[in-house]
């Protein structure tokens, strides 16, 4: 299960699973944030798998997923922060492919450093402010 907040605005998207996740999951959630993604050039993600367990997917599945997530790489400023509990299994075969196609990634334990690390590259602070703000 998953919800999605997008800010337009803060061009911001906040992916948000519960339970278990699974490719097919992640990529019906990919789907729903492509026309928020391409409207928005540079954006920010957070996919918050906290309250989630990731499944175990097969690689030709995982690949498959990598590909549509990568079209998102190569735009400057398109960053992906994965927030997770400590020691979560999560999707190596996903995470390597993507970062070997250029998509900056970084995975986070702690939303606040998550947030912070999403918007440290904006010349502007004032949206790590209000980003803060929103989801603490």
Known sequence: MYSIDINARL????VTFSG???????SCAWE??????????????LLDFMAATVAADDFQA?????????YFAGVEG???AYLCPPGAHVNK????????????IERF???????????????DQKHLQLA?????
């Not at 995982?62 to 990568?70: E, G, I, Q």
């Open 11 to 14: 061009k911001f998207i906040t």
């Open 62 to 70: 995982s690949r498959t997923f990598a590909r549509r997530v990568t």
């Open 32 to 45: 729903e944030m492509t026309s928020a993604i391409d409207s928005f050039g540079n954006c920010r993600i």
């Open 78 to 80: 398109r960053r992906v």
């Open 132 to 136: 803060l703000a929103r989801h603490s």
């Open 20 to 26: 278990a996740v699974d490719i097919a999951e992640r």
């Open 109 to 123: 334990n702690d939303r606040v450093k998550a947030l912070r690390w999403l918007m440290s590259d904006l010349p």
């Open 93 to 104: 075969v996903v995470e390597v492919l993507v970062d070997a196609r250029g998509l900056t």
